[in-house]
């Protein structure tokens, strides 16, 4: 499943074909996703979309009128096509620009969402709730060590709910948990606002780097397949359980952690 940083560079490649663009048309060609595809989706028609963003997994199309709310799901890819660009099999929808191009939506297994909303967004059920953006000024060790409070959950589980903070999936979390020497089974609640500090910071600094990787690797929406993937980057935990810790040599180990692999070095994450 792509995660913030695979969504967040989406929006940077899609966000300047879409951005001052009227909408001309909407096509459902499949309306079975997540949840069924709603006709009001189609009062973005006529509008002139004023900005895209991205709200931890979710990409917001904003118009005048409202909001389209955009999930990738697990298979999800959006490309930026000619209006009379073939439809292949798992193409359900398309946004049909005035100039001539279209924002196509790909999605196999389709797990993903395509929704309207009227504004204001927050007051939206798949948006109301979401902790703050984890490259934001509002995902601090304070706001952190709030949440956490008396928290007996493992830092792995918290590290990656959505009502703390956003947008922080599986392979970042076991990434950032060992830059910070922090074993993935901790309880919360007993974190110190230190090894929170360092946590916060590795949080960010991992995500922005998968995001300017990914900024490099895939930011040509109108000729790549669209589809976001992973990175290349080098990952110490994630993947290799069995192997030997980049760090001190010691054997990874791998357990399951909310039904999620979870990779970590018993001696460097020993807190």
């Known amino acids: 499943m792509p995660e913030l940083p695979e969504v967040e560079v989406t929006k940077q490649g899609v966000s300047p074909h879409l951005v001052d663009q009227t909408v001309r048309d909407l096509v459902i060609r ?25 709200r931890a997994k979710y990409l917001l199309i904003d118009t005048d009128a409202g909001i389209t709310i955009v999930h990738l799901g697990m298979s999800g890819s959006l490309r930026i096509l000619p209006a009379n660009t073939p439809v ?5 929808i398309d946004l049909v620009l005035e100039n001539g191009r279209v924002l196509r939506y790909n999605d196999p297994r389709r797990f993903g969402a395509w929704l309207w909303y009227e504004l ?28 956490l409070t008396n928290k007996k959950k493992a830092i792995k589980l918290c590290l990656m709910d959505n009502h703390i903070v956003v947008g922080v999936g599986n392979i970042y979390a076991n990434e950032a948990l060992f830059a910070a020497g922090i074993h993935p089974q901790a309880a919360a609640g007993n974190i110190d606002i230190e090894r929170l500090t360092i946590l916060v910071a590795e949080v960010k600094q991992i995500l922005a780097q998968a995001i300017k990787q990914g900024g490099t690797t ?6 790549a397949d669209g589809k976001p993937g992973y990175f290349a980057q080098k990952l110490h935990v994630y993947g290799r359980g069995g192997e030997t810790c980049s760090v001190c040599g010691n054997l990874l180990s791998e357990i399951k952690l909310g039904q999620r692999t979870t990779v970590f070095c018993g001696v460097c994450q020993s807190h």
């Open 30 to 54: 499949n309306a079975s996703l997540r949840w069924p595809v709603p006709d009001i989706c189609k009062n973005i028609i006529g509008q002139t979309i004023k900005q895209v963003r991205r």
């Open 88 to 92: 292949e099999k798992h193409d359900h």
């Open 120 to 147: 204001p967004e927050d007051g939206h059920p798949l948006l109301s709730k979401l902790g703050p953006e984890p490259l934001s000024d509002g995902f601090n060790p304070q706001q952190l060590q709030q949440a």
């Open 218 to 223: 895939l930011k040509d929406f109108t000729n």
